[in-house]
């Protein structure tokens, strides 16, 4: 191996050091140089601190074994565990290496030896967008046999749809059929995921320790001196960001109520890309809270124990529990509590289809007064689920609004059973007063990103608050300079009461920065008109935007607009094309792999 004298000036090294590098490198075979990075990377991470580092010798990490670690995640729930699980394995002197499930190259499947799956399912049993490449192989006649793999499913979903870690249930049961060997029996993750996953985690590096052998000489790395930094704000470490304006930016006669919220970033050291969302820390609402407890005849200043934790039942059900969304194994255990034969049968697999529209519809204050029992505070709080964080699409670009981060938010807020509902992370957002804080963090979304080439056109399909990603592309784009065009298609019910940000819209079509906007207003005529039909309409100009490198980007409902538009897209392909309705389908699948297709739907 070696450096042309061009690369060598690229390199952030002195000459002397270059060849030192290359003369590690020559004849490293890929086990090698995947430990290597790896171990280069822990150092990186380091860095702030005076290290003290012992070297290993290069030998020792060839011809080790790889432990691959794929995930394929809509929210970012599966890459946070894969990533935490490539740390711990790298720390223990494992060869790893750590793949989105859209880049694995799948032609190496049938060369694994221990492969670890972190897979999420999207709604009623759909695999994430990034992952459905890969899930398609493995399901379909080219998966090749995998008698030499050692593997384990991590699977995370949510137990309010009947179809709970379909994606993770599939892959795990096609795995062995093409015969590979579990190192791991499954775990179905719920939403609060670290329950479950975090214990497999360990046994998943347990198993891999045992499987593969260590680099006999782990790499020593001591801190001997502290680095005192700003803090480092997360997911576990939120952000309290203040609000700076929430304002409705639809009609007073609108049936929705969104509203457009700006949030203060300022001393947080926290940045965002278009694409990325922020997640909210919600507060369930205080009169659900008092519901409750009067339905269940139990005392809010009650202290409750609970995983080493001991808190007065109303902050329990306040900030840790959640109580606004309902998940199978509560139904499972309140119906032994209420000894009700009706939600038995309803939890029976037979019965699935009518089980979804209560795990949809109902919250959990509905489910106690329509099948009454008796709770104790410590039950009810080992019962009920975690209260998880809500994901938000982000509305802004940080070249424009600098520290602050804007949100486009329909609040859920709706009666049934004869009372009102509201969400939990809406209603807390939409009653926050200007100076009231929220915590928040910012969730990276890789998959959901402006072209690198600013000379690339896009295409943006983004109805109802689909539409903020796609506020925050026009901004960034504009800030840079992108020669490339903008196509916006947007939809609402009425065009007077739910144009959102309407006038901005118009601005940036004045100016340039929108090139083309087209509008479906579904209750503005007898006939509804959504935006697949608009799409249809413009097809043959979809159609040479496509052909022309152009990205496609599409956001907002998963269970109805994402699928309708997705039909639509498929069509326009077949006609305008000229493709057979296979041809259609790998032509679409193609620009999802080439990340020119891509979705953010919920």
């Given at each position: ?208 320790r045992e499987q593969l052998k260590p680099v ?82 139990l005392d809010g200043a009650s202290e409750v ?227 697949q039909q608009r799409l249809r309409e413009q ?64």
């Open positions: 191996m070696s450096l042309t004298p061009a690369i060598h000036a690229l390199l952030p090294l002195s000459e002397e050091k270059s060849s030192m590098l290359t003369s590690l490198l020559d004849g490293l075979d890929t086990a090698a140089l995947h430990w290597l990075s790896g171990y280069a990377a822990g150092l990186a991470v380091r860095r702030p601190a005076e290290l003290h580092v012992l070297p290993t010798p290069a030998a020792a990490a060839q011809n080790a074994p790889i432990l691959s670690i794929v995930y394929g995640s809509q929210t970012g729930n599966s890459r946070h565990l894969a990533e935490q699980l490539k740390r711990e394995a790298e720390a223990s002197g494992l060869g790893v290496r750590l793949l989105r499930a859209g880049e694995y190259p799948l032609r190496e499947l049938k060369n694994e030896r221990l492969l670890y799956l972190i897979i999420s399912t999207q709604g009623d049993g759909d695999p994430p967008d990034d992952a459905r490449s890969l899930v398609e192989h493995l399901l379909s006649k080219r998966a090749p046999e995998l008698k030499q793999l050692s593997f384990a499913v991590l699977a995370l979903g949510d137990s309010s749809y009947p179809k709970f870690c379909e994606t993770g249930r599939l892959l795990d049961e096609r795995l062995a059929a093409l015969g590979a060997t579990r190192a791991l029996p499954r775990v179905d993750c719920d939403l609060d995921f670290e329950r479950d996953g975090k214990p497999w985690l360990i046994r998943a590096l347990n198993s891999a006999a000489a782990v790499a020593s790395i001591k801190t001997l001196r502290s680095v005192t930094g700003t803090a480092v704000f997360g997911r576990d470490n939120p952000f309290r960001a203040e609000v700076l304006a929430s304002q409705r930016i639809t009609g007073r006669d609108a049936q929705k109520d969104v509203r457009h919220i700006e949030l203060s970033l300022a001393d947080s050291g926290l940045t965002y890309s278009p694409g990325d969302a922020l997640g909210v820390w919600p507060q369930n609402p205080p009169q659900l809270v008092n519901e409750l407890l009067q339905t269940l005849k124990e609970f995983e080493g934790r001991r808190l007065p039942l109303a902050r329990w059900l306040s900030g840790e529990r959640e109580i606004t969304r309902l998940a199978r194994p509560f139904l499972a255990t309140h119906a032994a509590h209420a000894g009700s034969s009706e939600l038995n049968r309803l939890l029976a697999p037979a019965s699935r289809d009518e089980l979804a529209p209560l795990l949809r519809d109902y919250q959990v204050i509905d489910v106690l007064r329509q099948w009454p029992a008796l709770w104790s505070g410590e039950e009810l709080i080992a019962s009920l689920r975690r209260l998880t964080p809500r994901l938000y699409s982000i509305a802004s670009s940080q070249k424009l609004v600098g520290d602050e981060v804007h949100l486009t938010l329909g609040t859920i807020d709706y009666q049934a059973f004869g009372s009102r509902h509201v969400g939990a992370a809406s209603n807390f957002l939409a009653t926050l007063d200007e100076d009231g804080r929220a915590p928040v963090y910012v969730e990276a979304n890789e998959r959901f990103r402006l072209p690198v080439d600013a000379s690339r056109d896009i295409l943006m399909i983004g109805p109802g608050t689909g539409i903020a990603p796609f506020r925050a592309f026009v901004q960034e784009r504009t800030a840079i300079n992108a020669s490339g065009r903008n196509w916006l298609f947007f939809g609402e019910q009425h065009f007077a009461s739910q144009f959102l940000y309407q006038l901005e819209w118009q601005e940036a079509l004045k100016k340039g920065q929108l090139h083309r906007l087209d509008l479906a207003f579904s209750r503005d005529q007898a006939q509804k008109i959504y935006v097809g043959r100009e979809v159609w040479d935007w496509l052909e022309n490198g152009a990205h496609l980007y599409v956001c907002g409902d998963a269970t109805r607009m994402a699928p309708d538009v997705h039909t639509a897209l498929r069509e326009i392909v077949i006609e305008h094309g000229g493709k057979s309705s296979e041809d259609a389908d790998d032509y679409l699948a193609r620009l999802s792999q080439q990340n020119r297709y891509a979705r953010d739907v919920y």
